[in-house]
């Protein structure tokens, strides 16, 4: 016996219609083929289930049988199991005490990679795959691309790094012109590299997220879209000061300074600046909260975490630095933790008391 074996490895008839698989039989293959058709009808497992209906039907002169199995979507691993699987089923539900042999119909070569699973199984007897005539046709050619190029993420994915490198040699000829080549190469070049690696790492959603976002915050009225700003603002002053500050140790001493002096340095002069920017931000948050009717009494500990945590590091910078004694540093050591328990005490007091409303106080 001869079974005609029609195989959708990415499971297309399971997903897009109401088709409980393994198929078998003709009219049951033809039913679901015109389902898959009517679901879907540019997917070619559709001409996969047709091409199986007309093998039954050339094939009079032997005892025939057709059956559709599929996979799963995603893992090949777990598509060849499913396939075996549904295969076995198959088989254990043929009616015939003849010898079984399958001839298998795929539409590609990534469907191919079950024949393994399957020759385990029933010998087989051939592979027959199934080409669309008109895909060899320059009109079939230009509605392919064409299909391509409207997709959004295809069409961002091939036009965008075709377009930086085509903007690259007359930009660079531009530059020449104006009397600076390096730089406008630079930049272009360092464009494409931050989109392929963006592309790569598959960042564009997370891009996407941060910019509706901020486009949110802004039409919004959100208190953080300006502290988040002046945050950056302030973290972009402190370091400049934590470098001006090494800068002035490395001038002062004859020495080169050590790992533990470059750290302290850099620490001393950019805590407060960047403490600021963490007081600033967090302020702003706390806000948002309130308005949004989320507010609970322990966020207000964030202010006095960050102030406390400035504290100690800077005592800890200063002392490295030889700028304080020990004793200077033991007492900001106690005030920063004591300021943080503080902190945390009172609020879970205030909230356990008086609740999540800060109205209610």
Known sequence: ?????????????????????????????????????????????????????????????????????????????????????????????????????????????????????????????GVRRVVVRQAQDLESMYYTIKQVLDDPETRGTILVPLGILLLIYPLTILAETLGFPGPVFGITSALLGL?????????????????????????????????????????????????????????????????????????????????????TSSLGRVTDEYLAGTFEWRYLNAPFYVLAIAAVLHGLSAFFLGYVELGYLALVLTGGTLLGLASTLSFAVVESRWGRDPEAA
Not at 98 to 110: C, H, K, Y
Not at 195 to 200: E, K, P, S, T, V
Not at 228 to 243: D, E, H, N, P
């Open 1 to 125: 016996m001869l079974l005609v074996l029609c195989v959708d490895l990415d499971d297309d008839l399971g997903r897009k219609t109401d088709v409980e698989t393994p198929v078998v039989g003709r009219e049951a293959v033809e039913d679901a083929a015109v389902a898959l058709a009517t679901a879907d009808p540019e997917d070619s497992d559709v001409n996969v289930l047709f091409e199986g209906c007309h093998l039954f039907d050339s094939l009079t002169d032997e005892e025939v049988e057709v059956a559709a199995v599929t996979g799963v979507d995603g893992s090949d691993v777990a598509a060849n199991r499913a396939v075996g699987e549904e295969l076995d089923r198959v088989l254990a539900g043929l009616a015939t005490s003849e010898d079984v042999t399958a001839l298998v119909v795929t539409d590609g070569a990534q469907d191919e990679s079950v024949v393994p699973v399957i020759r385990s199984r029933v010998p087989i007897d």
């Open 195 to 279: 989109y392929i690696l963006a592309r790569g790492f598959g960042l564009e959603e997370t891009l996407d997220s941060v910019v509706s976002r901020a486009r949110s915050a802004l039409f919004t009225g959100r208190v953080t879209l300006i502290t988040y700003v002046a945050a950056a603002a302030l973290v972009t002053i402190g370091a400049a000061s934590g470098l001006q500050t090494l800068e002035e140790i490395q001038a002062a001493s004859s020495a080169a300074p050590g790992v533990v002096d470059i750290l302290s340095a850099v620490v001393y002069g950019s805590v407060q600046w960047i403490a600021a920017a963490g007081i």
